[in-house]
């Protein structure tokens, strides 16, 4: 159902947002937890504006998560979402941050009700930035190449059980707790310069999963106070973060049990299958 919406009011949106060339938000992080937008530039940084405009529209406004990518990429294809971000995405210049705003009833990670935290990243290469409004285009950012491996982390931190490098740059690390100290300890590795995100997660959530892994990291974050950078440094009112983005995606003292089906239910559900 809540695909079958996104298909009938994409077509709506377009005429608010011409620029929006397609979106999805994904049911593997309960929709309202991870949005990506494919965005045609006409003028400089317009993805940037579409994002604040898609919080303030409708449903739309309690997405916690914004992924925007050229509009030539793939917002329902996973793989070319966080690719994007592995190759395009610094967040020295790409990261926004809005705190204290209004939030999703059903997202617990702030610990208050209805408020929270909202991000954008943005992973466009800004190469195609000049329209006809007049605006100047942004100089293209060399890509960064995809990782197809990296340092074993439970080599230099103790805490890891286990870890999976996905998507080209994103690393992610299990733990059984301390999840943040796990992770300000391993972005200051230089073995992880090159990583994008570096995210640490409970045990119980599967790294060789896509769909269960969307789910264990972006419901289990809270955005202005669970990411930790790996430097940050402060230009007049403006905080810029540096070096690769950590978060803390583990389950945390307060947040509610997860909901869990009955043995006997999962079984006789199995058993529906290959009928």
């Known amino acids: ?132 409004s007049g605006g100047s285009a942004t100089a293209a950012r060399p890509a960064s190449a995809l990782l197809g491996s990296v340092a074993d982390p439970r080599a230099l931190e103790p805490r890891v059980t286990a870890w999976a490098l996905r998507w080209g740059g994103t690393l992610v690390v299990r733990v059984a707790d301390a999840g943040r100290a796990v992770v300000e300890s391993l972005l200051q590795r230089p073995e992880y310069a090159a990583v994008t995100l570096l995210v640490a997660v409970s045990e119980d959530v599967p790294l060789d999963d896509d769909a269960l892994l969307l789910w264990g990291i972006f419901t289990r974050f809270d955005c202005a106070r669970d990411i930790v950078p790996a430097a940050t440094e402060t230009r007049g009112a403006w905080t ?16 509610p049990a997860p909901v869990e089906n009955l043995p006997e239910v999962v079984a006789s559900v199995d058993t529906w299958w290959g009928r």
């Not at 995405?89 to 990261?95: R, S, V």
């Not at 803390?248 to 947040?255: E, I, L, S």
Request: hydrophobic fraction near 45%.
């Open 240 to 255: 810029t973060c540096r070096g690769p983005l950590g978060i803390d995606a583990t389950w945390k003292p307060g947040y």
């Open 1 to 132: 159902m809540g695909e079958a919406v996104q298909e009938f009011f994409l077509g709506v949106l377009r005429v608010i947002h011409p620029e929006v060339r397609d979106l999805w938000a994904y049911f593997e992080a309960g929709f309202h937890n991870l949005l990506a937008v494919a965005v045609e530039n006409r003028f400089a940084r317009e993805a940037r504006k579409t994002a604040l405009g898609l919080m303030g529209t409708g449903q739309l406004s309690l997405t916690k998560v914004i992924v925007l990518v050229d509009e030539d990429v793939n917002p329902r294809d996973r793989a070319a979402v966080f690719g994007a971000i592995a190759r395009h995405f610094d967040p020295a210049e790409d990261f926004l941050l809005v705190p204290g705003v209004p939030l999703d009833t059903l997202d617990f990670t702030s610990g208050r009700m209805n408020l929270g935290s909202k991000l954008v990243l943005d992973a466009q290469s800004h190469a195609r930035a000049a329209g006809s």
